[in-house]
């Protein structure tokens, strides 16, 4: 018992803002780019909702299912959990009952991606220290759904995401995404005083494999997830976060 202390599973967050163009393709990436580093990975993916032919997180989270997992293998799976992260936001202190639940649930997993809406994150992860990864892309709707994502995850999350700007190397929409990530960058420099991290990441047309810039952005979900255990208490806040959100209520 003494040896396993301290070995707990990891969470990171990855946003649903509606902007399938680039969430999905650099999930998948990411995923596989965590395997390759020699972590196992679990996506809580809640925009799929559990069924009875397809259980997931909330089968799991009442034990009505069993999930078997070596504490080492290096694998990747999806697991739907629409039910189950709406369930722990029902709490009386949903984030920290959300980290203590899924510390228990996931003991013997690796890396944890919650992949969810800003609205849903904001609830759970509130105050965590997660920082979670916001993908945009040309896609006409991405500057505002992306920023509407960011508003409430600084605002009611007390979270502060970095931002990916996704470009495929062929792409003609490279200057068009570039144009997204500055006025981004400036709204939430103006509107919400924060200062937004863009995390550039150009793949070649139907590249399948991780590239050298997912595996930058991969390594620093790693280094900015937090460990899960069933004792899980929030912490402080940072001190820069309320100006932000003092800022932000102003406009």
Excluded at 111 to 127: D, E, H, K, V, W
Excluded at 138 to 149: E, F, G, N, Q, V
Aim: hydrophobic share 40%; aromatic share 6%; charged share 20%.
């Amino acid at each position: 018992m003494g040896l396993n202390q301290g070995r707990f599973p990891r969470l990171t967050a990855f946003v649903s803002h509606g902007d399938p163009q680039s969430e999905l393709p650099l999930l998948w990436k990411l995923c596989s780019a965590i395997v390759d580093m020699g972590h196992s990975v679990t996506v809580l993916d809640g925009t799929t909702p559990e069924t009875g032919e397809n259980p997931g997180l909330e089968q799991v989270l009442d034990f009505t299912a069993w999930r078997e997992v070596e504490p080492d293998a290096h694998a990747w799976n999806i697991l739907p959990s629409m039910h189950g992260l709406h369930a722990l936001t029902t709490f009386s202190n949903p984030a920290t009952r959300c980290l203590s639940e899924l510390g228990r649930a996931f003991a013997h997993d690796g890396i944890l991606i919650m992949y969810s809406n800003a609205q849903r994150m904001s609830t759970l992860l509130a105050s965590s220290g997660v920082r979670p990864l916001l993908s945009i892309s040309p896609a006409k709707t991405s500057l505002l759904t992306s920023y509407l994502a960011l508003k409430r995850l600084l605002i009611k999350g007390r979270l502060e995401p970095a931002v990916a700007n996704v470009v495929q190397y062929q792409d003609s929409g490279l200057e068009t995404s570039e144009t997204v990530a500055n006025n981004l960058r400036d709204c939430a420099k103006y509107f919400l005083d924060f200062d937004v991290n863009i995390l550039p990441i150009v793949t070649p047309s139907g590249e399948d494999r991780p590239g050298m810039d997912v595996q930058r952005v991969a390594l620093s979900m790693i280094e900015n997830s937090i460990p899960l255990d069933t004792g899980w208490t929030t912490p402080s806040l940072r001190a820069d976060v309320p100006a932000a959100t003092r800022a932000a209520r102003s406009h």
